[in-house]
């Protein structure tokens, strides 16, 4: 009897050590809460939620990029190559009613006033004519 007792003892103390160490519900709530408010500080990102996007290009194509624009904030996208010599430009931007602006150069600087999806398409500048294969990154700098 002593034995039994003992046992269930035991075992009661440990579910109720177990309990109290694990996150309750409603911490886990207020994690994910923050994660989510994090995410939504960001006025314009990429589609993943990211300000950095690393992309490679074939010379000749183009790379669409989406924008995740979900309030009004001015931003500077720029491209990063390898070397500052890479023939690769953003050559428009499209807002979510259609209308497209550009092309630029390695960086443009706008102000979003809609919400809603945007997107940058980035491929080299034939009037240079020099052929770029290779990586670059697409970084968002909110201003």
Known sequence: MNKVLSAILISAA???QVACQSPSGQEKNT????ADLKSAEKAVSFNDGRLVKYM?????HTDT???SVHRADSVRIKIKTPSD????RISQLFSPNGTADGPFGKELTHRFIDSGQYYITVNENKMVGNRYTGPYEVEIIPN
Do not use: E, Y
């Open 56 to 60: 490679k290009i074939a010379s000749g």
């Open 31 to 34: 994690q994910n809460n923050s």
């Open 14 to 16: 440990f579910i109720v």
């Open 85 to 88: 010599t890479a023939n690769i």
């Open 65 to 67: 990029i989406f924008i």
